[in-house]
Nanobody
């Protein structure tokens, strides 16, 4: 069983930066494709960024492209989301998700239903 724990959220002014971390335990991160999603009050959970087994295989929502960067450190069993130039509309609970994939897969996934494991979320609040 995979456990995911997010950290690094908080309150930041518009234009600022935050770095979210997702610590993976119970299994080796190298066997998983990972994703970040977010959910604002009254809205559905939406895709933010994804990364395949290869760190070169990444995808981003248009709303965060050029501002956010997803990365992974398999040796530390941790996935990161570097968020720069934050905007008030980025305010949401951010969730980390994991999907077991074959050893030869470099696919990434952008739908919540693609993932079988989720963290509890970390709050990001951006003030104007």
């Amino acid at each position: 069983q995979v456990q995911l724990v997010e950290s690094g959220g908080g309150l930041v002014q518009a234009g600022g930066s935050l770095r979210l971390s997702c610590a993976v335990s119970g299994r080796t991160l190298a066997n998983y494709a990972m994703g970040w999603f977010r959910q604002a009050p009254g809205k559905e959970r939406e895709f933010v960024a994804a990364i395949g087994r290869s760190a070169l295989s990444t995808a981003y929502a248009d709303s965060v492209k050029g501002r956010f960067t997803i990365s992974r450190d398999d040796a530390k069993n941790t996935v990161f989301l570097q968020m720069n130039s934050l905007k008030p509309e980025d305010t949401a609970i951010f969730y980390c998700a994991a999907r077991a994939v074959a050893y030869y897969s470099n696919d990434y996934y952008s739908r919540p239903d693609d993932y079988g494991y989720w963290g509890q979320g970390t709050q990001v609040t951006v003030s104007s």
